[in-house]
């Protein structure tokens, strides 16, 4: 669900490589890009709608499901109730069709929005202080104590990760406060200059989509005794802040600059951690990163241009 999304296309495309795709349902509540529409079953399906939802499991006899549809930080502030009630309303959907064995196995995106302003911010340990300041956070957080919940008292196999911002090429992100390191890529080319809605030096953890993608497969496949976190993994690739993917940016772009004009998504970033420590993925299920900063931003400029 959420398949025409910045990570959902992705997903799509390597669990229909993987898979076979006629294996593979992908939904969304609009219409995609004719690829992934016509690549394999597709349905038009909304999230919060549990009948339909249950629906296309038994129509298609589904036996994981990949919860995709969320709003994000930024957008999440300016509909509140409509952020809780999409963000809480799908996943209480998935978890109930896990609980009544409708379904085997539930993925669950969480995010590094669920720490705020109190977490320690560098290393940030995979247990600690959790006081997230917003909309998106707080549903966040929610979300994992219900994983959690589901996992101990159903035994719902639920498996989640807290992703940092992504970056990729091939779906345009929207309404995140990590926006800022896509957006960037495609101005540099276009204008050579890009105005940051974060000042120089907000540094957040972030990472390359082929690799989230290989750790939301990669967790999904792991072995049930493997998975020791219910509520859901810390991970981890690279930290920068937009002076630093400004510089390697100017590697490629040399006449490349840019300036700097805060907005309200400023206080979202300050509240977030700059590192985090993701050695619980890393020791139980086996996560490695792959791609750094160099990397990303040559593959990025290769393929936008
Ligand atoms: C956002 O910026 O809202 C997301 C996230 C970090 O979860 N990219």
């Known amino acids: 669900m959420g398949a025409c999304g910045q990570i959902g296309t992705e997903l799509t495309t390597q669990l229909r490589n993987k898979y076979a795709a006629h294996k593979v349902i992908a939904s969304d509540i609009k219409e995609g890009s004719q690829e992934l529409m016509q690549g394999g079953p597709f349905e038009i399906l909304d999230a919060m709608d549990y009948e339909a939802v249950q629906d296309v499991v038994i129509r298609y006899e589904i036996?994981?499901?990949?919860?995709?549809?969320?709003?994000?930080?930024?957008?999440?502030?300016?509909?509140?109730?409509?952020?809780?009630?999409?963000?809480?309303?799908?996943?209480?959907n998935v978890l109930n069709l896990a609980r009544d064995?409708?379904?085997?196995?539930?993925?669950?995106?969480?995010?590094?929005?669920?720490?705020?302003?109190?977490t320690p911010k560098t290393d940030t340990p995979q247990r600690t202080v959790m006081e997230p300041s917003t909309v998106y956070g707080i549903s966040k957080q929610t979300g994992e104590r219900w994983c959690e919940y589901y996992h101990k008292r159903y035994d719902v196999d639920v498996r989640s990760i807290r992703y940092p911002g992504l970056i990729s090429y091939t779906t345009l992100p929207g309404g995140g406060t990590t926006d800022y390191a896509v957006d960037i890529y495609y101005k540099a080319l276009k204008h050579k200059k890009?105005?940051?809605?974060?000042?120089?030096?907000?540094?957040?953890?972030?990472?390359?989509?082929?690799?989230?993608?290989?750790?939301?497969?990669?967790?999904?496949?792991?072995?049930?005794?493997?998975?020791k976190i219910r509520s859901s993994y810390n991970l981890a690739a690279m930290s920068f802040?937009?002076?630093?993917?400004?510089?390697?940016?100017?590697?490629?772009?040399?006449?490349?600059?840019?300036?700097?004009?805060?907005?309200?998504?400023?206080?979202?970033?300050?509240?977030?951690?700059?590192?985090?420590?993701?050695?619980?993925?890393?020791?139980?299920?086996?996560?490695?990163?792959?791609?750094?900063?160099e990397e990303m931003t040559k593959i990025m400029l290769d393929n936008i241009e």
């Open 194 to 227: 890009y105005i940051s809605f974060l000042g120089a030096e907000t540094t957040l953890p972030m990472m390359y989509m082929d690799d989230a993608i290989n750790a939301t497969i990669g967790i999904m496949e792991a072995d049930k005794s493997e998975i």
């Open 241 to 293: 802040n937009p002076e630093e993917i400004a510089a390697s940016i100017r590697e490629h772009v040399p006449a490349f600059s840019i300036s700097y004009k805060p907005d309200f998504r400023q206080a979202i970033a300050d509240s977030w951690p700059q590192s985090i420590d993701d050695s619980a993925a890393r020791e139980d299920w086996g996560w490695e990163h792959k791609i750094s900063l």
């Open 101 to 118: 064995k409708k379904i085997e196995k539930v993925f669950w995106p969480s995010s590094i929005a669920v720490f705020g302003s109190t």
């Open 63 to 92: 036996t994981d499901v990949y919860l995709m549809a969320a709003m994000l930080s930024a957008t999440a502030e300016k509909f509140p109730m409509k952020a809780w009630n999409l963000n809480m309303n799908s996943l209480f």
